[in-house]
């Protein structure tokens, strides 16, 4: 694995960190004071929408699909595009900016691996063009959703439509009001063999039955313009063609779509940690108590040198996940994916734990992102798979190949 950038990488860098100076850290604070005000609820900030079309102008855009999506994609390897990812995660509500944020990242990489010519040309592109968002509807509130065998919501056939009912929540984005389509997994055949039970079908927000029963609360919080919803699918029909790939597929699309998403991820907890790290530092050699500068002190030493040993080890492991995906696809890096799962998030908020500390009270105040930071990294420890699911599988996997 070569660690050194490309040229064409570094030029990439240099133009995401430039429009990151211009116009991100500016608003850095601005947009989680706007989306916090209850009146603002649902709503984006005003200047948000001009930050895009920017983007979109400098052609800092749908970057995240890696080249084997042909015409789709910019023409970067995972590896070219994970320092990228990194650079731009810094401000955790940027990469909507560039759109390449959950959960339309994921929803594109389904729609573009899967979907067919008019599932494309109906959802895939205006997503791709930013001109809508997207929802991912599988989790459930009734069972432990981290075995997927376990889903309870039905998709079933009549005649040229299918009939969906049941509850979901933990549907991110659905509240958004630039949010049109939900990717929704049910059981199709629940006598099928196990793996073959559920799909995966495209169901319009407005479609009939469709409810938004709740908003449900994050950390105590509405976490809008997207927030989480809890959904009720009563009676919905939608037509049989907006069924993906096949009945039976739903798995499969599962693996496809959350394998390269939790390796961006990942990638994104690098940058964030990163950009806490550099917050604490400036804090620390700024704030003094009890005679001395903070960063004086021996405890406060040992907690930056401590979240840098973090950083660097998470980022090796996140690029070679990276590099093991370009060269054997993701089932055959699949140990690393499960690998930067677990530790990415838990190194971002012990990093963002730290911070905290040496910010003392204002690190829980709307004064700093930090603690935005360390709540998305706690959450990200159970979405997507509880750490505890993807260290069993990585230990089942060590086990086999070391015996």
């Known amino acids: ?14 133009r995401v960190e430039t429009f990151m100076d211009e116009h991100i850290f500016a608003h850095e604070l601005d947009y989680w004071e706007w989306v916090d ?11 948000f929408e001009d930050l895009k079309s920017k983007a979109k102008e400098a052609g800092i855009w749908n970057w995240f699909l890696p080249r084997d999506y042909e015409d789709l994609s910019p023409g970067l390897s995972n590896l070219e595009f994970a320092p990228i990812m990194e650079k731009m995660a810094r401000v955790p509500w940027a990469q909507e900016i560039f759109n390449c944020s959950a959960p339309d990242r994921g929803n594109m990489e389904v729609l ?3 979907g067919n010519e008019k599932q494309q040309r109906q959802w895939l592109d205006p ?4 001109e809508i968002r997207s929802a991912f509807s599988m989790t459930e509130p009734g069972v432990a959703s981290s075995d997927a065998g376990n ?3 039905t998709i079933e056939r009549d005649g040229d439509e299918y009939v969906i009912n049941g509850r979901k929540w933990f549907t991110s984005n659905a509240f958004n009001p630039l949010c049109k389509v939900f990717v929704m997994m049910g059981k199709t055949d629940p006598k099928a063999a196990r793996h073959k039970q559920f799909s995966m079908i495209l169901v319009p927000k407005d479609t009939p039955g469709v409810i938004l029963e709740r908003p449900v609360r994050v950390w105590g919080g509405m976490h809008s313009p997207g927030g989480h919803a809890q959904v009720l699918y009563d009676k919905v029909r939608v037509p049989k063609e907006n069924l993906i790939l096949g009945e039976g597929r739903g798995f499969e699309i599962a693996q496809g779509r959350l394998g390269p998403g939790r390796f961006q991820y990942a990638m994104m907890f690098v940058g964030m940690a990163s950009r806490v790290l550099e917050l604490m530092c400036k804090r620390v050699d700024q704030r003094e108590a009890f005679g001395e500068k903070l960063s004086a002190k021996t405890s406060i030493q040992h907690d930056i040198a401590r979240s840098r040993c973090e950083i660097e080890q998470c ?8 590099d093991k995906m370009d060269k054997f696809g993701a089932k ?7 690998m930067v799962k677990v530790v990415a998030p838990q190194m971002c908020q012990n990093v963002a734990d730290r911070a905290i500390q040496s910010f003392g009270g204002m690190g829980f105040t709307q004064d700093t992102p930090i603690v935005h930071i360390y709540m998305a990294s706690r959450v990200c420890r159970i979405a997507d798979g509880p750490d505890e699911v993807h260290m069993s599988q990585l230990a089942r996997r060590t086990i086999r190949d070391i015996v």
Do not use: C, H
């Not at 694995?1 to 860098?13: A, F, I, N, P, R």
């Open 1 to 14: 694995m070569d660690l050194e950038y490309s040229d064409k990488v570094q030029e990439l860098l240099a």
């Open 37 to 47: 005000d209850a009146e603002n609820l649902w709503q984006y900030p005003p200047w």
């Open 112 to 114: 573009a691996r899967f």
């Open 127 to 130: 997503l791709m063009n930013g």
């Open 151 to 153: 889903l309870e919501a």
């Open 315 to 322: 980022r090796l492991l996140v690029l070679a996940a990276a």
């Open 332 to 338: 055959g890096a699949r140990d690393y994916i499960s």
